[in-house]
Structures are given as structure tokens and as C-alpha cells.
């Protein structure tokens, strides 16, 4: 459905909505009560251990767990034979192959077996003993190697989709994307300065603080629980029992909270294991990653290679761009290179463009969603052209933005037109804050980008009950990773017009609330919460209905206001919410309401950032000054979560920007699969984080929502790395802009 | 394999526990005493989430053989408020939105509890500079970091 | 597996006389290293419970540091820190507050990584380590003669660090040591180096001692940077050659951390950086009451 039109979106004056309430589960949170994956514990619980691949690549000639399932302590040893091979389409068999290998291992920390013991101890020795004979096959680590001919290959039967003609011959590419406007020559021959360069990244990890986890208990008569924790359980619930050849429903998921996700949570990995070797051993079973293997196993976000080319008029015009862009997808295919064909020119407009992105597979762990997945690179490589042309065209960094930012009625690159958009206020928000103006000194630089991403609506449902005493729960399936509970609530306040903490919000399991997609895609406030609002509403007329027979008028004589229901001519005393919750026996029986939709009118997502850095010339050495962000939030429910989301991006795209990479040694070995040498920014590296929240409400949503959890990683790799050419006249192209790679540019000068 | 019986004080209890020579004390905490507040986030001292307090040193519950707790007194997340009446540092990050996903959480109060028994009035530099051992990933900081900040600043107003 | 927590030295030697029988102080590298996949030995020995080895003691002459005291002792110790800032300094980059309640110099140096940010530090203040021998007595061998290669160390079997011992500073002495790393905590040195001059009172150098971390298979001590400092006032001639021989005294690898390339250039760099801060302390102690 579309969302109804409300005349809250022009009439905010809003009393719970834009309010900062404490989130409803903070005290367990502080307190250390509230249960993470790891933290379940059952009777009789068995502890796993997995055995994963050494080899990059390698045909398993065979495996043995006889040794294995003799040890002290073992109850369950499973290997991929121990489920079915999908028959489905070939994505269904990548799932399952990813989450345990059968004919080949195609990375190292790929799982070849599993087994589940007494204790930790005894499950990690016996894993241990369990025999696989491999054959060592030559690796592909690039998108260069993958896709230089002769390369080795992954797998045998993978055709490029989405070139024509159709290739005869099996290739690493999976597929292409492309996205195309105009006339490309033409466009780069009316152009007075055209700026071109070859951009990479390495891939990245998601670096959520909790590993995974998952515990798992089968009754003998099939019926399965699942405690895990994930963007989104009922998602957890379909793609496991695909891989376990089950109906869903033969499953229920329980959420635990959820310790960080990014979207690296969105997939399945120890689940179906966890499942398996329940049912095997009769007993619960717990899986639980340590850090390395949440490094090597589990998704980072591609490795790329970006060759870009863009062209402009002498006034700062975007007439042509030309994008060619290989996504690295781990093992299997599915990087976000469409994606990121789609997001790279879309905040401008541009005439003549020819973008096309390959999916590519190289031995790596398979690539997860991570933030706005694929757009943070595609918009490095452009964001840095762009800082290029202004310089020499001698124009303002945020005046070339505006001179050719998409507004509303513009066609994006990819396709639709923009509905109300707040692209522009953010440059403008940028440009009139007094950080753009601070002097700078020596050694010292300034770098701005801009970023794009969209909004996803997908599926919600959610149920509101009203208890007898007035008060009122409201259930969704929505995992909460950053506060949502507290934006359910304030959107439920508002629309019953009752105080915040009179309501009770509840993630339910995958039994007692309908179906939800996962929280992923800065679609929960928007889109859960837009069911959150229609149960509401269809409460709230239920409301309106019982205080209509009880007084013995017609419905339209009675409205809903401030949380009691009036007689629009005052001639009855009002009821409220709890009185009509008292009187529920006489009306019609227990208050309760369910919505469930398929969100659209999602909007888009824009964020502006500027960064000022100090570069040690002697060593490369940077250190982040000030840094801020303008992002278009729509409209703000929870403006302190809204604000920690658009922080949390930032950083993460700095580390990402300076120090984080994923590094391999010559066997296709991850050499850095721990926080010590994987860099993610700790808080001395940081500075405040200022944030500027733009509100140009959403159309499409009752309040004006956009999703805000993306975008806001999207600007930093490019902000960075121009504020670096900005202090020291180097134009890095490849990241991370590390001190080794920076002095290198300083010292070397003609790169 | 023996295992070694260890007995100490955690949250004012007195505890006893049995654990293998080399098993970790964040894996006695959690598994035997079911104190699963404390955090494993790596294992090997890198993230801070299952820093505890153990006879009033801030420690990583990870970095130490179980045994070694014989005869200490350890405090961890759980030991800090008193019943329902949360510490100022617990008040100010639920007030200031300092915990995104919530998973880091109980370290850097842990941690932030220990810098304040040191220094009563540190700066910005000092509280990031004190909270580096602990990593968190979806706030970037800056909430924790004005959280711990006002804390302080409530508790020398208090104990003025 | 075992665990024994002895009192004395005597007893965790007699300990140490069982095969696979592994000391540990902090425990802060022997843990990261078992949970990556390192043999465990049949028995662990705990240090800490030996008073000798976590106390912090000044005599006139020599400072004498339990090879397993904290780093929070040596941070926490105002006199020490007044002696040897740049010491302390370096123990003090150790890893976080958390790890810092359990490292040790006595750890730093015989886990014999080359990036060990204490080891350098020690070696410009010539620290010498007491070591409790199998048969009962004890041996001192200068700290730089300790490590022979990454976790490798001139420690014979049974062997263990008591003490580090280190001479009072003369007058006018000042030590500094500076590290790179791309964060600003909790990383692994790429480069380190530790400068420590003695000034006469015109500020001219008498004595330097030059050390450079996570640039060779071990620590290296750099007499050539010493010479082009000794005799000079810290000008830049003088800084500028000593970071050449610096750089020149480097033998690095290519590895996850940095490049050759880079771990050279830095070297000098960093050494001059050093001996400009050594030499303020050393100047700040002009006079001094000591
Ligand atoms: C998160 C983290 C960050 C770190 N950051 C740094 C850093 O920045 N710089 C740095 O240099 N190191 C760093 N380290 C490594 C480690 O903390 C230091 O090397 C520390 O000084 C080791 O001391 P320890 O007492 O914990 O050693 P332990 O782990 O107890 O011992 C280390 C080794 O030395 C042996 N050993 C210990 N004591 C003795 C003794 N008295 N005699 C003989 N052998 C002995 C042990 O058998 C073992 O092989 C870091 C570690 C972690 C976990
Ligand atoms: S779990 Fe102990 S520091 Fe990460
Ligand atoms: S709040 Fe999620 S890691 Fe800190």
C-alpha cells in the first residue's frame, strides 16, 4: 500500500515525535541484563566448534570425522553431506555453499565441518581431528586476476549475465550492470575539462562489536527454535530453512539483541549449523564465532576497481561521465556493483553517462551488505573527479555541487524521478556553517563530498494492543540495533496522544507478530514504523467507535485527542484511553490492532561532509581536526539516535578512508584477522562529530521520515582523501590512505 | 584434566567457580557465574568489552587465566548500580544516546568508572585517550565521549 | 594443563625445570597467542605472586623493576617517571589502560617481538636483565642481548627475567621515545626509536645512546647516529646526520605493518624527533637537584 496522506506532514507542532525519551530498553542495556546472541544459555546445551578451510582455494577429495565422533565429549559431527543439495535457482545452492562448502573450499575460514561437544574445549579438539584431504588449486585475490583470461576459475558453470551476445565460455564475472544517458562522445567533446583516473578500495569489514551467535534446539519431533541474533529473524528463518530443506514455519526464531549489524548481519552463517547438529545430537547446540573468525569468514564489503571519467564546462556543468566498476564479491556472486552503478552519478545531473559495474568473483569470504552497500566506492571515484575539476576550473568544492545537484523532478541516472528531495540543503547547510570558513594551517586540509543513497520500504507488519490499565504494547519484528523501540514508541505516543513511556515496544519472534523484512536499508523507522502508525490508527478508530456506542452517537461526533476520546460538541465527558480499556467487556472485548504493508513512497537519502585533517609530512600521519556532516533526515523522531547514526557512518567511512583493509598474504591467507592489526578508529583518533539534521519531509511517509541509518557513509572516502590532496597536493586514487601510502605520495612526487 | 576450584569476591558476593588452568575469566564470568553482561567482542584485549574492575584495576576479563582470580575482589557491569538506582554514568549514557546497538556498553562504563575514580575532571583528550581500549563501532564516539564528560561533571557537583 | 601461582623465585625455578612449562607475567601476549593457534604448553607459571618480581625499587645508584610489574606501577611511579620519562612513556604505549594493569617490561622483552615499544627504551637507558638461571643462581646480560629474533631470545631452557636493573641517570640526562602507528592507540609500532642524551653544562652532547624498534629482526642500537650526536649541541647538522645513520642502520621487511621503504625514511625522522625531546629533558635538568 501507500502510506496515507496525513496533514501531520504539513502541520508538524508534534509533541512526542522530535523528542529525545530515554530508549525504552536502556536500563538492561546499561545494566547488563539485556541477552545478546551469546548470552542464551539452555539445560543441557551443547558448544560447537567449526572447522573451516585453510586453503584459499581447493577441492575437498575428501573428508573423515570417524576420529572425530569418537572423541570424549562429541555429540554431533556434520559435514555438507549432512544437508540436501538445493535444487533451486543458483543462488539458493551459493547460499548453501556458503554457509558449508561441498565440492570446494573457495576461501580461507570457508566452513568444510562442524561438531558439537560437551565443552568448548572438547568441540574445538575434535573439530581439530577431523581429516579433510584437499587439492590445492591456484587462487584468483582481484578483480585483475579474476578477470585476466586464463584465469583460474571458481566456478565452472558461471555465465556473465547481462552482456550480449550471452558468452559461451565460463568466466569469474557474474554479471553486468549498466546504466546509460545520452551521448557520451559527444558529451566529452562539448566539455572544456575532462578529469579521468583509476580508483581502488580494499575490501572492508562491517566490524560490529558482537560476533555471531546462534543457539539452536530441535525437538525430536522436528519442531526447531532458534535464538540468533540478526538485522532480521524472519529472514534468518527463510534463507535457514532453505538451506536445510525445511518449510519455514518448522522453524521459529527467537531475536536476541543485536550487538551491531551494518548489514553484515542480514545473511545466514552459523544457523543452519547450529540447527543441524541440534537435531543430530538431540540436544540444544550453541555456535559462537571468535573475532578471527568473524574476520575471515564473514562478509566484508567489496574490494574495487573504479576507472572514471567526467567532463565539464567551464562553468562547473557535469555534462559526461563514464564509469567502469568491478566489484569484488567474494567467492560467490552478489557484490553490490549494481548498486553502486546507481548510486555513483545519481546526486547530479548529467546528460551523457555510460556506467557499467561488474560482479566479480575472487577467493575471498563472500561479500555482505555493509552501509549503503556499494555506493561508498563508486562515489569515492566520483567525489574525487569532481574535487579535481573544481580546483582546476577554480570553482568552489560545494559550489560545482550545487551548480549540477538533482532537485525535485529531476531524473536520476538510474532511472525515476525524484520526488521532494534535500540534496541542496545540505550543500547549502555546509556552506553556511562556520566550520567552512575556519583559516587552516600549514600541512592542514579541507575536503568535501557529497552522497546519495535510497531508502528501502519492503515488508512490515506490527501489532498494537491496548492493556486494561490504558497502557499499550506495540509489536514489531524489527530488530532494534540503534534505538528503533524508542522511535516505535514516540510514534505510537504520538498518534494516541498518550506520554511515551505509557508505551511498551516489543520485538517479537517469528510466532507472534507478522512478517517483517530485516532492519537493513534505513527502512525500519520508515517503514515499520509507518505500520506502527496504521495499527495505531486502526486502534485509535476502534477507540473512537466504542466511545460512539457507549454515548450513543454517530462516530463522526467523536474525535480522538490527547489520548481521550471527545465529543466534538463537548455535550459528554471525555473517556479515556484507560477508561475505554476498563469498559472493553461492555464494547466489544480486548483493544488490539494489526498492520502490516509493503512500504513505498520511500524516500532518498542525501548527506554533505566536510572534513579539515593535518598531514605529518615526515611520516604520512593524519589526524582528523573537525569533521562535519548535513544529512537529510526527513524528519527527526528521535533527533539524538538520528544524530548517532549520521556519527556512526562518518566513522566508519574514516576508518574505511584511512586505515582499514583487509590484507592477504601470497596463499590467499587474511593476515590481519584481529582489532589490533584491522584498524578500526578508536576514540582518540576521533574528534567530536558535528551534525547538521536537514528536515525536508518525505512525501511519502506520515511524518516525513527518511531513512538515515546509510547515507552517511557514502561521503567520507572521498572527503578524506580530497582534504588530503587539499593539504598536501597529492591526489591519492587508492585507499586506505594509510601513513605509508601517503608519505610515499609525498616523497615520490611525480604519482 | 583437573579443574581448579577459584574462590573470590564479584559484586560483593562471595563466588566460587571451577575452570580448566588456561580457560579465560570471561568464560568463567559468563558460563559459570552467568554474568553475561561482561562482552566478548575478541578475545585477545583488543575491544575492551569485557573490561571489569578486579581489585579496583581496570582489566580485560579476557586477557586473564581464570585461576588468577583466586582471592580478588572483581566488579563488572552488573556491580555498578545499586538495585534500580543507576550510577551517574549509566544515567548519563541512556540521557545522551551514548549506546547505539548497546553490545560495548557495560565496557565502557566499566572503563569510564575506572578513569573516574582517577581523575575526577578529565578532558576530552584524557576520556578518549582512557576509553581507547574500548571500541565501539556504531556511535563513533562522540556521545560517549560528552556522556562520560557530564557524568563527571554531575559527580563533582555532587561531591562538592 | 597445569597452573602454579609459586612465591619465590627458587620455587618457579624448580617449576621451570618440568618440560613445556611456560612463565607468564600479563599474560597480555601469551593469551592472544594460545587463542590464535600457538601449542599449548602442559603447565603455566604464574610470576606475580613473587614480590620481587612486581616491586619498583631505587637504591643511590640503580633503579631495580620486577620483570613482571605492571605497566600501571612504572605509569603511576612520579620519581621513576621524573628519572626515565621516556621509559615510562614507552612502556606506557602499551596497548590500552586494560592491558597496561597486566603488561610487563619482563614480558615486552622476552616475547622478543621487534616492534616491542619498551624494548628500545630500555636499551638507550642500558638496562640490564637479572635472570634466575636453572640451577639456581642468577646471570645479568645487558637487555639488547636478550632477544636474537622474533620470540626468540638467549634464554635457556628453565630460565627466567627477574629484574630489569637500570643506573640513575647523571645529571643532564634526558631520554625520549617516539613510535609510529596509524592509529593514535592500541597498535603495533611500525617504527620506534629511543634517543637518550647527557649534556655538559654548555649543552653540548657527552653521551647519546640511539635505539631503533620494528626496523630489523631485533632491536638495533645505532653507534653511528650516537657518534654524529655526541660532541654536537643538537643543531642540525648534527640531528640530520644522526637521522641518516638512523635510517642507514635499518634493516626492515615488507610486511602487513609497512614498507621497507617507509620504515627507513620514518627511522630518521623519528630518531630526530627524539633526540630534540631528549635533549630539552636533558636541558630541563640542568641544575636540577639531583
Ligand atoms: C591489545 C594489546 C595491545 C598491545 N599493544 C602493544 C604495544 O603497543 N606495544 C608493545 O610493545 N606490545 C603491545 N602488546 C603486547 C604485550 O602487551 C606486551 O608485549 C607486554 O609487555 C607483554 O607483557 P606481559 O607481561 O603481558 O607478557 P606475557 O604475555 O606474560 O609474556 C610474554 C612472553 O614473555 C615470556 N615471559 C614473560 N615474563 C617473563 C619473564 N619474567 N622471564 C622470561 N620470560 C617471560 C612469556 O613466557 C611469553 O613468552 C599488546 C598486547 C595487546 C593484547
Ligand atoms: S573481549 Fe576482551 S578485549 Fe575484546
Ligand atoms: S553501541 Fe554498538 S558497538 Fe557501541
Redo the contacts with the bound molecule.
Sequence with gaps: MTIAEDPATTSPGYKWVGTRMIRPDGFEKVTGRARFGADIKLNGMLYGHVLRSPHAHATIVSIDTSEAEKMAGVRAVITGADFPDPSGPAGDQDLQRNVIAREKALYEGHTIAAVAAQTRAQAKAAAEAIKVVYEVLPHVMSVDEAMAPGAPLLHPKLMTKGVDPAPTEPSNVASRAVYQGGDLDLGFAESDVVVEGTFTTKPVHQGYIEPHAAVADTTPNGRTTLWCSSQGHFTMRSLSAKVLGWEPSKLKVIPAEIGGGFGGKTTIYLEPLAVRLSQKAGRPVKLVMSRDEVFRATGPASGTKIVGKLGFKNDGTMVAGELWMAYEAGAFAGSPAGAGSMTALAPYTVPNFLIEGFDVVVNKPKVAAYRAPGAPMSSFAVESLIDEAAKKLGIDPIDIRLKNAVTEGCTATYGPKFPRIGFVETLEAIKNHPNYQIPLGPNQGRGVASGFWFNAGLNSSATVHVNEDGNVIVVTGSPDIGGSRASMALMAAEEFGIDAARIQPVVGDTESVGYNDQTGGSRTTLATGAAVIEACRKVIADLRGRAAKQWDVALEKVEWVDGQAQHVEGTQPPLSLADLARGWNRTGGPLTASAALNARGVGSAFSTQVVDLEIDPDTGHVTVLRYLTAQDAGRAIHPSYVEGQLQGGVVQGIGWALNEEYIFDRNGKMENPGF?DYRIPVASDMPMIDTIVVEVPNPGHPYGVRGVGEVGIVPPLAAVANAVDDAVSRRIRDLPLSPVRILDAILNKDS | MSRIQVSCTVNGDSVDFLCDADGSLLNALRDELGLTGIKEGCG???CGACSILMDDELNCAC?IFAPEATGTTITTVEGLADGDHLTPLQECFLEGAALQCGICTPGFLVAATALLQHNPNPTETEIRYALA?NLCRCTGYDKIVRAVREAAAQMREASA | MKYFAPSTVEEAAGLLAQPNT???????????QIRAGRPEPDALVD?KKIDR?VSVQRTDATWVIG??TP?TRLTGNAELVAEFPGLVEAAG????DQ?QS???????L??A?P????VPAMVINSARAVIATANGGTRTVAVEDVPVGPGRTT?APG????EIEIDRPPARTGDAYLRLTPRTE????VVGAGVRVTLDESGTVTDARVALGAVAPTVVRVTAAEAALIGSKLDDVALAAAAAAASAACNPIDDKRGTIAYRTHVAGVLTRRAAVIAGQRAAEKNGASR
Design positions: 589490533l | 585477545t584485549g583488543d586477557l581500549g | 611456560k612463565v607468564f607475567a600479563g599474560a597480555t601476549d601469551v593469551i592472544p610470576l618480581l620483570a613482571a605497566t604505549l602499551i596497548g590500552s592491558v597486566r603488561s610487563s617490561l619482563g614480558g615486552n622476552c616475547n617481538s616492534a616491542a615499544d619498551s634464554l630460565e627466567f627475567v627477574v592500541m597498535d603495533i609500532a
